[in-house]
C-alpha cells in the first residue's frame, strides 16, 4: 500500500499567548497541497524502516523517525516493511513529520482501522499530527490539536511552495517571538480568512533566517494574491488564480535562484 504524506501549510498563524506548560496558545488555518512525501509500506516478518528521496539524509536515527514511532503507537497484527520517500526538506514549515506520521495512521486505518483514542495518540506524537490524519483544511486551537471544520473554497487552489534550503527548527522561531497578541483569527471563508489573517511567526523567524525575507519578496513579485510563510519557517507559499500564472512564477523563480527548492501543486 502506498500513501502520500500531504505538505501541509498554515494559511494563517495566530500566537496568542505563550502557556504555563512552556507550549503556545494558537490559532491556526492549516491547508494541505495533493503532493508530498510518500510512504510505502508491506507485510514483513518485523517492521523494518528505509528511507530515499532527495532529503532522506537530513533525517540521521530512522528508529527515532516519527514515522516509527506513529507505526508503534498503533495496534497492528503484521509486520510492516515501510519505505519513506522524503521529498519535503526537513525542518521547513510544512509538518513533513508530522505529515508522514498522519500517512501511517491512514495506512493503518485502511487495513485496520484506528482505534478511538487516535487523536490522542496523534496528539502524543506532535500539535500538527492529528491534522495531517485526514490533512484537509480545517482550523487548529490550543497548540494545533483541538480541530473545528471549516468550509473549503480553496479546494484546487494553485500553490507554489519555496524553500531556501536551509533548516529553521521551531523551538527558536517561537522563543524568538515577541510576545504580543495580536489578535484572534479572523472569521469568514478560507479565502478571506487567509488574505485578512496573519503569520505572526514570520518576524521571528526573518529575524533568524534573513533569506526568508528574500522568498517572500520573490514570491510577492509573481502574480500571487497572497504570499506568506508556512508554519516556523523557512518555506513560503504562494496562491494563484490560475496554473499558469503559477507555472509562469515557478519558472521565472527558478531561472533567478536555482537554488531555492520549489514544490507546485493544488490545495486539496
Not at 94 to 111: N, T
Not at 180 to 200: C, K, S, W, Y
Amino acid at each position: 500500500m502506498k500513501e502520500t504524506a500531504y505538505a501541509k501549510i498554515n494559511l494563517a498563524l495566530h500566537v496568542r499567548r505563550r502557556r504555563e506548560d512552556g507550549y503556545h496558545e494558537l490559532e491556526t488555518v492549516f491547508a494541505f497541497v495533493d503532493a508530498g512525501d510518500l510512504v510505502s509500506v508491506a507485510p514483513a516478518e518485523n517492521d523494518e524502516f528505509r528511507m530515499v528521496g532527495e532529503f532522506s539524509s537530513q533525517l540521521t536515527d530512522p528508529f527515532d523517525n516519527i514515522v516509527m514511532k506513529a507505526l508503534s503507537t498503533l495496534p497492528r497484527s503484521e509486520g510492516w516493511a515501510v519505505t519513506l520517500e522524503k521529498n519535503l526538506p526537513v525542518a521547513a514549515g510544512l509538518g513533513g513529520g508530522s505529515a508522514d506520521a498522519g500517512a501511517v495512521f491512514r495506512l493503518v486505518e485502511r487495513e485496520y482501522g484506528l482505534p478511538n483514542d487516535w487523536h490522542a495518540r496523534a496528539a502524543g506524537l506532535g500539535a500538527d499530527v492529528p491534522a495531517c490524519v485526514a490533512s484537509v483544511a480545517c482550523v487548529g486551537r490550543g497548540t494545533g490539536t483541538e480541530l473545528e471544520p471549516v468550509a473549503n473554497d480553496l479546494a484546487g487552489t494553485p500553490v507554489l511552495l519555496v524553500n531556501p534550503r536551509i533548516p529553521l527548527s521551531t523551538g527558536p522561531v517561537f522563543k524568538a517571538w515577541d510576545a504580543i497578541d495580536r489578535g484572534p483569527l479572523p472569521t469568514g471563508d478560507l479565502r478571506t480568512v487567509a488574505l485578512t489573517g496573519r503569520n505572526d511567526l514570520e518576524t521571528p523567524a526573518i529575524s533568524l533566517c534573513p533569506v526568508i525575507a528574500e522568498v517572500l519578496d520573490a514570491l510577492r513579485g509573481t502574480p500571487a494574491w497572497l504570499a506568506r510563510m508556512s508554519g516556523s519557517g523557512a518555506t513560503c507559499f504562494a496562491l494563484f488564480d490560475s496554473d499558469d500564472a503559477m507555472a509562469e512564477a515557478a519558472s521565472a523563480l527558478s531561472a533567478s535562484h536555482p537554488d531555492w527548492w520549489q514544490l507546485a501543486g493544488h490545495l486539496r
